[in-house]
């Protein structure tokens, strides 16, 4: 699944490849790959007329290397072509994930949804503005 295609290819990380696996193309889900092993995801989609970030993970071995920002900003392109906004729930004790989406431009939108996840925790929502999608609007 994870050979030659390589969007990020002339990058630092130049082992790692991010690409749409066959099949997602519409839903936004985007896989990192060293060799040939995914290692992160991303998952996008459309929902209430805005586009969402479901999940993003990077394989321990592999994190801050820009492999989670440069899946942001694959995402992030892909989604903005269709919406103006893009939001996301994130866990509120999750401190990487959160300094990761202010990294990609989200900010916090003041709501809260109080013990959200299975270990009690509160989800913050977080969102951005898509620049692409209003050019193209106008
Ligand atoms: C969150 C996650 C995807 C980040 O992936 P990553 O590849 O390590 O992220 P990057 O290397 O691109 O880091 C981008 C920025 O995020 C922030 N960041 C990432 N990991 C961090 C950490 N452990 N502590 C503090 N900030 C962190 C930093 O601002 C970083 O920029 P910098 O390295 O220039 O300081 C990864 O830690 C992960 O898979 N966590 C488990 C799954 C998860 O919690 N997903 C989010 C909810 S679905």
Known sequence: MCHRTG??????LSSNRI????????????????????????????AGGEGM??????TPSLRRRGVGARLMESVIGRLSEKHGR?????????????????????SETGRVIRGYYPN????????????????NQR
Request: with cysteine; hydrophobic share 40%; net charge positive.
């Open 120 to 135: 009690g925790s509160d989800a913050i929502e977080m969102s951005r503005e898509s620049v692409l999608h209003h050019r």
């Open 7 to 12: 969007i990020f290819s002339g990058r630092s």
């Open 19 to 46: 690409r749409q696996p066959l099949g997602a193309r519409r839903g936004g889900f985007i896989v990192a790959c060293s060799g040939d092993s995914v290692v992160g995801y991303v998952v996008g989609a459309s």
């Open 86 to 106: 893009i939001s996301l729930l994130v866990d509120a004790s999750n401190e990487a994930a959160i300094r990761l989406y202010h990294k990609s431009r989200f």
């Open 53 to 58: 970030i479901q999940s993003v993970a990077v």
